[in-house]
Nanobody, 124 residues
Framework: EVQLVESGGGLVQPGGSLRLSCAAS????????IGWIRQAPGKEREGVAY????????YYADSVKGRFTISRDKPKNTVYLQMNDLKPEDTAVYYC?????????????????WGKGTPVTVSA
């Protein structure tokens, strides 16, 4: 059984930074495709960032491009989301999920396993 556990969320001022972690366990074989998805109150889920199996490609939503970076520490089975220059509109609960089978129009498809999420609040 795949388990994903997010951590690293919190309250930060605009312009600040946070690093989210997604610790994965319960799978074997090749690296998994992992995505970060966020959901703000009253809004639809938004695919934020994705890293492919083998780390050969990444994807970022236009809203976070140039500010967020997704990376993987293979020995630790952990995927990170470094978030810089945070804005109030980044406020949301951030989830990691796997696998990401398709990205269409910015929406991630195919996820069967999700973490419980970590909240991020960007406010002065």
């Amino acid at each position: 059984e795949v388990q994903l556990v997010e951590s690293g969320g919190g309250l930060v001022q605009p312009g600040g930074s946070l690093r989210l972690s997604c610790a994965a366990s319960g799978f074997t074989g090749d690296d998994m495709t992992i995505g970060w998805i966020r959901q703000a109150p009253g809004k639809e889920r938004e695919g934020v960032a994705y890293i492919s199996s083998g780390d050969t490609s990444t994807y970022y939503a236009d809203s976070v491009k140039g500010r967020f970076t997704i990376s993987r520490d293979k020995p630790k089975n952990t995927v990170y989301l470094q978030m810089n220059d945070l804005k109030p509109e980044d406020t949301a609960v951030y989830y990691c999920a796997t696998p990401i089978r398709a990205i269409i129009g910015g929406t991630f498809f195919g996820m069967t396993d999700w973490g419980k999420g970590t909240p991020v609040t960007v406010s002065a």
